[in-house]
């Protein structure tokens, strides 16, 4: 696989979860994953994994809330940024 980056909402438990695991520790990571949590305190987890990332592979934490537009919006903004 080779992406420049990839986006994975509801990052923070099940499936969402597994599948920053699985994208960090590819033999071919994308070097950034953007993995959207609801909360600050859903995201200890997350931190983990990035601690734990290879060189190269950025994993960045964005607050999310997919039923809010202003969430979304600031999301929007901070990915692109």
Same mark, same amino acid.
């Given at each position: 696989m080779d992406l420049e980056s990839v986006l994975v909402t509801g990052?923070?438990? +099940?499936? +969402?979860l597994e599948l920053v695991r699985q994208l960090v520790h590819s033999a071919a990571p994308p070097r950034f994953i953007f993995a959207t949590h609801r909360t600050a305190d859903c995201q200890q987890e997350l931190e983990e994994i990035a601690k734990g990332a290879p060189d190269g592979v950025k994993l960045i934490l964005v607050q999310m809330d997919v039923t809010s537009s202003l969430y979304i919006s600031a999301a929007q903004y901070r990915i692109s940024a």
């Open positions: 990052a923070n438990r +099940g499936i +969402g």
